[in-house]
Nanobody, 124 residues
């Protein structure tokens, strides 16, 4: 069974940091394009950070440039989203997604496998 499981969400104060994890089972993440998406209440799902299969192409949403970074641990078959300098407008449910090949990096409709989401709340 192919599965993605996110973890690491929570409540953090503005300016704080969180690291989200996305662990895969049933397939090897290293061969897939990876997307981190988020959806805030009443808003459409948006791509935050997406990376191609070979890591050669990376898309960052303007709102997270310089604050969010991607990393991976192939031995753990896990990818991460490091979020620094968090703002209240970063509050959302965050999802990781994977697909064998993507044409537009952060187009959510192209992604085949999705995690269940993890809530991130930035508030004082």
């Amino acid at each position: 069974q192919l599965q993605l499981v996110e973890s690491g969400g929570g409540l953090v104060q503005p300016g704080g940091s969180l690291r989200l994890s996305c662990a895969a089972s049933g397939f090897t993440l290293n061969y897939y394009a990876i997307g981190w998406f988020r959806q805030a209440p009443g808003k459409e799902r948006e791509g935050v950070l997406c990376i191609s299969n070979n890591g050669g192409s990376v898309y960052y949403a303007d709102s997270v440039k310089g604050r969010f970074t991607f990393s991976r641990d192939n031995a753990r078959n896990t990818v991460y989203l490091q979020m620094n300098s968090l703002k209240p407008e970063d509050t959302a449910v965050y999802y990781c997604a994977a697909v064998t090949r993507v044409f537009r990096l952060c187009r959510s409709l192209e992604y085949e496998y999705w995690g269940q989401g993890t809530q991130v709340t930035v508030s004082s």
